[in-house]
């Protein structure tokens, strides 16, 4: 795991305002965070861990907890989204990449939502920010696979782009070419992408999302 500091953190911690109003704070992924992780896979529903882990998990291990917060930031990265307007800003969803070994431009992403902020644009918002990371270490394309019945994450990932294919009965392979967002106005590009340089904090609004960045 790669060293990391409060500046680090810092620098890479922003504010974001969804469709719904609701303010999330979002940063880097920390050792620290395993409890709070813990706490977010537990008010998934069993439907929505099924989803995510493409069978039924009951628990996530001390080992699972360890790799999913005691990351390199490059090779593997993950945000993590809170709810400022709640009590105890408990946190609401995840978005992570691993690089893929042996194809260096490509990575495997996920992002899960608690069920409760589901359908408020965060999905989005975590994918874009995950996606502005990636490009700045190299990496072009995320790969992912999903259930064909999961149509919520699949329409959010058509409307940035991405390609699908059936890999096998009941699975369909995402996926997303980072470099679309290179055009200018792409979602992909304007979104977050100071914060991934770690030009935070800023509070982007959703009106500013298609505003097009200088440079």
């Given at each position: 795991?790669?060293?990391?500091?409060?500046?680090f953190?810092?620098?890479?911690?922003?504010?974001?305002?969804?469709?719904?109003?609701?303010?999330?704070?979002?940063?880097?992924?920390?050792?620290?965070?395993k409890?709070?992780?813990?706490?977010?896979?537990?008010?998934?529903?069993?439907?929505?861990?099924?989803?995510?882990?493409?069978?039924?998990?009951?628990?996530?291990?001390?080992?699972?907890?360890?790799?999913?917060?005691?990351?390199?930031?490059v090779?593997?990265?993950a945000?993590?989204?809170?709810?400022?307007?709640?009590?105890?800003h408990?946190?609401?969803?995840?978005?992570?990449?691993v690089?893929?070994?042996?194809?260096?431009?490509?990575?495997?992403?996920?992002?899960?939502v608690?069920?409760?902020?589901?359908g408020?644009?965060?999905?989005?918002?975590?994918?874009?920010?995950?996606?502005?990371?990636?490009?700045?270490?190299?990496?072009?394309?995320?790969?992912?696979?999903a259930?064909?019945?999961?149509?919520p994450?699949?329409?959010?990932?058509?409307?940035?782009?991405?390609?699908?294919?059936?890999?096998?009965?009941g699975?369909?392979?995402?996926?997303?070419?980072?470099?679309?967002g290179?055009?200018?106005?792409?979602?992909?590009?304007?979104?977050?992408r100071?914060?991934?340089?770690?030009?935070?904090?800023?509070?982007?609004?959703?009106?500013?999302?298609?505003?097009?960045?200088?440079?």
């Amino acid at each position: 795991m790669s060293p990391v500091d409060d500046e680090f953190v810092r620098r890479r911690t922003t504010e974001a305002t969804l469709r719904d109003g609701t303010r999330v704070l979002l940063r880097p992924i920390l050792p620290k965070d395993k409890a709070e992780l813990l706490d977010g896979f537990r008010r998934l529903s069993p439907e929505s861990r099924y989803r995510r882990f493409l069978s039924p998990v009951d628990e996530l291990t001390e080992e699972q907890l360890r790799n999913l917060t005691e990351i390199d930031y490059v090779d593997h990265f993950a945000w993590v989204a809170f709810d400022l307007g709640d009590a105890g800003h408990p946190g609401i969803g995840v978005a992570r990449y691993v690089r893929v070994a042996g194809e260096p431009e490509v990575a495997e992403a996920a992002v899960t939502v608690v069920d409760d902020y589901q359908g408020r644009g965060l999905g989005t918002l975590l994918l874009e920010a995950l996606g502005a990371v990636a490009l700045e270490n190299g990496i072009t394309t995320f790969r992912g696979y999903a259930l064909e019945e999961n149509q919520p994450i699949l329409e959010v990932l058509d409307g940035l782009g991405a390609s699908t294919a059936h890999d096998s009965p009941g699975l369909v392979r995402v996926e997303i070419d980072l470099r679309v967002g290179e055009k200018p106005g792409s979602p992909l590009r304007e979104v977050l992408r100071l914060l991934a340089r770690g030009d935070g904090p800023a509070f982007l609004r959703p009106d500013r999302l298609s505003d097009k960045t200088p440079g």
